[in-house]
């Protein structure tokens, strides 16, 4: 049973421009979170979908950042405008469904902004 | 505010030299306290979960336990290969009574030297 799947691992964009994450859950999991990891900082949560929907986005900055889970195909990070504050690794989760609260992450997107 | 606090930053051990990491939490509705094992460059690596006071997993050289206001990751004998940093995070109720975000102290750097 693969694990959760990131791509690409790293990425390395130019001030201004798009930088969009991947995430395909594991096998049977239908909850994704997106996780982000400053240097010297924690894990700190940015969201949390389910198919089609964003359930939690309170910890996604107000502008340039945005989610989706959509019905078929991975969830995508899409930061817009990139600024140097944006590099840090970027962790994507995913839940079953259920009682089971174990979130499993997948290796990370390692964002680098020039 | 919910906060999880992790001490010490970063322990140094010999081969063998057994002992504790600790994670204070304080948080309003804990569905659950969680254990990674994040080595360098890579995702968490979920370890264990505990969900109520009074509970004990162990798995190889390691064991958690819960109470009320901490959890304690006991490491016996441990290897270098044990060497990494070790995560706590707790889950809090989400909202509309779905599962919530994981709210992650700043870990323990272990090192095992042989």
């Known amino acids: ?11 390395v964009r130019r001030r201004g421009q798009e930088a969009r994450l991947r995430c395909s859950p594991m096998k049977g999991h239908s909850h994704v979170y997106w996780y982000r990891q400053l240097p010297e900082e924690g894990l700190k949560f940015m969201v949390y979908l389910q198919k089609e929907n964003i359930i939690d986005e309170s910890g996604m900055p107000k502008e340039r950042f945005s989610a989706e889970f959509p019905k078929e195909g ?10 140097r504050g944006d590099s840090a690794a970027y ?12 979130q499993y992450f997948g290796p990370g997107t390692r964002l680098t902004v020039t | 505010e919910d906060q999880v606090t992790q001490s010490p930053e970063a322990l140094r051990l010999q081969e063998g030299e057994s002992s504790s990491l600790n994670c204070s939490y304080t ?18 690596e979920f370890l264990f979960t505990l969900y109520s006071a009074g509970e004990e997993k162990e798995k190889e050289r390691l064991k958690a336990t819960l109470t009320k206001k ?30 919530g975000n994981l709210i992650f102290g700043k870990g323990t750097k272990l090192s095992v030297k042989p």
Not at chain 2, 81 to 97: F, I, N, Q
């Open chain 1, 74 to 83: 991975p969830s995508i990070l899409r930061i817009q405008q990139v600024v």
């Open chain 2, 70 to 99: 901490e959890s304690f990751l006991h490491i016996t004998a441990p290897k270098p290969e044990d060497s990494a940093t070790y995560l706590c995070a707790v889950l809090r109720r989400g909202y509309g009574g779905s599962q």
């Open chain 1, 1 to 11: 049973n693969a694990g959760v799947m990131q791509n690409p691992r790293h990425l």
């Open chain 1, 91 to 102: 962790f994507c989760a995913s839940s079953p469904p259920g009682t089971r609260y174990e």
């Open chain 2, 27 to 44: 948080v309003s509705g804990l569905r659950g306290l969680f254990w990674y094992r994040q080595d360098p460059g890579k995702g968490p």
